[in-house]
């Protein structure tokens, strides 16, 4: 389930830098060092890390609640700054049910952090609302309202219907983009191998593409079906901004890429998936790179 299994967005982090108050780090280094318990929330979780029910007991430094339903409990507060729409941050979290039970976090597949893009509903609304009110460094319990998280939807055996979410997170640090420029916006995840396009035209491309905007989850997602999108240079058949990302993409690259409207479907929209004048996130993989 790609809501709930983040494992499916990146392997590796390469080609970006981290902000996170003074510090600078590479990203490439730290996501691949080990993981150790000392550095994760598991230390704050201690014993408790397989049933959170009472784990923030004495621990709150301070709470709010908010209109929408969301309650954020706080128990570090780091500094500087709310995070925004459109950034990507680092963070390392638990999800949970009310029960206490954990059911998802990036300490399942041994990863120290992984990155979120705020805002374009790669988990569900109450994600995006919660990361919005976080800073860099910030430990926090996030109650999520059914609403907020899956409604009346369920995963079988995971998260049942009409359940709230606990989200555990920590805001490790800020990603800056390695592209920002004529309304497109784009993180490297990984890094590829070969030629690109621009150096060999000849070739076709293939990619496989998860695609959403701030006002649908889901426009499109080519691993359903495992039938990846194909592209020559000359052809008007992806967007724009995808066009000047696939120049000089090679294979095995990912990307998270935010195309604002004119480097997208602009004006007009995309039928009823996107909105007219709707910026669009996509998350990328280069599958290959082969002569036709």
């Known amino acids: 389930m790609t809501r ?174 390695s592209i920002h420029s004529e309304g497109i916006t784009s993180w490297k995840i990984k890094d590829g191998e070969g030629l690109s396009l621009a150096k060999d035209p000849s070739k076709e491309l293939s990619f496989h593409a998860m695609v959403s905007t701030e006002s649908k989850a889901s426009v499109m997602n080519t691993r359903l079906g495992n039938y990846p999108l194909k592209y020559t240079p000359g052809q008007k058949t992806i967007v724009p901004g995808l066009r000047k990302i696939m120049k000089n993409a090679k294979k095995g690259e990912r990307y998270f890429i935010i195309l604002d409207a004119p480097q997208a479907y602009g004006a007009r929209g995309y039928a009823d998936l996107v909105k007219p004048n709707e910026q669009v996130f996509y998350n990328i993989e280069i599958m290959d790179i082969r002569a036709m």
């Open 4 to 177: 709930i299994i983040l494992c499916l967005l990146v392997l590796t982090l390469t080609a970006c830098h981290t902000t996170s108050g003074k510090k600078t780090v590479s990203v490439k280094k730290e996501i691949q060092k080990p993981l150790k318990k000392s550095e994760q929330i598991d230390k704050e979780f201690k014993s408790t890390k397989d049933n959170l029910k009472s784990f923030e007991k004495g621990k709150v430094a301070d709470v709010k609640t908010y209109s929408n339903g969301l309650v954020i409990k706080w128990i570090l507060k780091g500094k500087g700054r709310k995070l925004k729409k459109g950034e990507m941050a680092l963070i390392d979290y638990r999800l949970a049910l009310p029960d206490g039970k954990i059911v998802d976090g990036n300490n399942r597949i041994n990863m120290p952090f992984i990155p979120f893009v705020i805002g374009y509903n790669m988990q569900t609304p109450g994600w995006d609302l919660a990361l919005q009110e976080l800073t860099p460094g910030d430990f926090v319990k996030v109650e999520i309202p059914a609403e907020l998280a899956l409604g009346s939807k369920e995963i079988k055996g995971v998260i049942p219907a009409n359940s709230a979410n606990w989200l555990y997170v920590k805001v490790v640090a800020l990603v800056t983009p």
